[in-house]
């Protein structure tokens, strides 16, 4: 963070992804979210747009696109933010087919961290990636882990 050099960049975390529902047009996500505030002062999170992607061997397909909206976060405090999004394009046949055939994908989000604090503002951009096995998805669709 070079434009900041009394104020610490916040962290992005990647906590869960889980799948709420699935059909042959959409995939509805719930992405999981934490963000931690290492700096003495509260920070507001003005928003936080992100892609959600899936890794395949030859590219990362986007599958959908989420953002926060504004969180405010205490100083030296985190937040867990859960952003619903919904998939309805080509490349969640790929991912689909991908999950199946591999028995689960690497879910990677993307995106950048837009941060006010008191005088200052500034950009934090992010990339996190976990795994989404069978496993978690049957457990999520059979209602487990809330």
């Given at each position: 963070?070079?434009?900041?050099?009394?104020?610490?960049?916040?962290?992005?975390?990647?906590?869960?992804?889980?799948?709420?529902?699935?059909?042959?047009?959409?995939?509805?996500?719930?992405?999981?979210?934490?963000?931690?505030?290492?700096?003495?002062?509260?920070?507001?999170?003005?928003?936080?747009?992100?892609?959600?992607?899936?890794?395949?061997?030859?590219?990362?397909?986007?599958?959908?696109?989420?953002?926060?909206?504004?969180?405010?976060?205490?100083?030296?405090?985190?937040?867990?933010?859960?952003?619903?999004?919904?998939s309805r394009n080509v490349a969640l046949v790929g991912a689909l087919a991908t999950f199946v055939t591999r028995g689960g994908v690497t879910v990677i989000i993307r995106g950048t961290a837009v941060i006010d604090a008191f005088l200052f503002s500034w950009s934090v951009p992010f990339e996190t990636a976990m795994p989404v096995t069978m496993e978690q998805v049957a457990g999520n669709l059979a209602g487990e882990g809330k």
């Amino acid at each position: 963070m070079k434009d900041m050099p009394l104020l610490g960049d916040p962290v992005v975390t990647l906590e869960e992804v889980r799948l709420r529902r699935i059909s042959l047009s959409s995939l509805d996500l719930e992405v999981v979210i934490r963000l931690d505030n290492p700096n003495p002062l509260g920070i507001t999170l003005k928003e936080l747009p992100f892609f959600v992607l899936c890794s395949s061997a030859t590219n990362n397909p986007e599958l959908a696109r989420g953002n926060t909206g504004q969180v405010t976060i205490a100083a030296r405090g985190s937040t867990v933010i859960r952003i619903p999004v919904q998939s309805r394009n080509v490349a969640l046949v790929g991912a689909l087919a991908t999950f199946v055939t591999r028995g689960g994908v690497t879910v990677i989000i993307r995106g950048t961290a837009v941060i006010d604090a008191f005088l200052f503002s500034w950009s934090v951009p992010f990339e996190t990636a976990m795994p989404v096995t069978m496993e978690q998805v049957a457990g999520n669709l059979a209602g487990e882990g809330k």
